[in-house]
């Protein structure tokens, strides 16, 4: 049965740190980006700090939400600052991949961040990855958020459209991708 456990059917309950060492947690541990491995240079990341999981603000759950965040003058001038420092430094820029997702706030950043390349670089090809969630039978997305109420299932679709459109609008093509065949949208 459990060798190793406490008896009661609880296989790591007999050494509580052995998941936790054999799995290389430690306690700071909150985010998949702890488990990051690859080091980025420290001008590619850049952190909206309303939006982090303990942030004043909550969830990025709606389209306006992500496209306001670029429109404070501050915020636009830091990511086209780090935008410049990896520009000067290619001897032969080509154009640029976008990866973000549709189904929440996060369409709405990629939208106004498309714009800018857009303007700043119109004669560069812009690819845009559209990526949306897979949604199990019963409507609960996998191993993540809980089942989707009304509004959830409207912010949902809405943010899915008008970043289809808005992304679309500013890149050379638009690849919008999921697992599921709906774009996660039931």
């Not at 830091?78 to 706030?105: A, K």
């Not at 199990?136 to 509004?151: A, E, H, I, R, Y």
């Amino acid at each position: 049965g459990d060798a190793a456990g406490d008896g009661k059917g609880n296989p790591g309950a007999a050494r509580p740190g052995l998941c936790a060492g054999r799995c290389g947690l430690a306690p700071s541990v909150r985010l998949w980006s702890d488990y990051l491995n690859v080091h980025l240079h420290p001008k590619s990341v850049y952190v909206i700090r309303q939006y982090l999981h303990d942030g004043d603000c909550g969830c990025l759950e709606a389209f306006g939400q992500g496209e306001s965040l670029l429109q404070d003058p501050a915020c636009l001038e830091e990511l086209e600052d780090r935008l410049h420092f990896y520009v000067e430094e290619c001897d032969y820029l080509q154009g640029f991949q976008v990866l973000c997702d549709l189904h929440n706030g996060f369409s709405g950043v990629g939208a106004k961040v498309t714009e800018l390349l857009r303007d700043e670089y119109s004669q560069k090809g812009i690819l845009t990855w559209g990526l949306t969630p897979v949604l199990s039978t019963v409507g609960v997305m996998v191993g993540f958020f809980p089942p989707q109420d009304s509004q959830n299932s409207f912010y949902r679709l809405m943010n899915t459209a008008l970043g289809i459109a808005h992304l679309a609008r500013h890149s050379s093509l638009l690849c919008p991708m999921s697992l599921s065949g709906s774009l996660g949208i039931k």
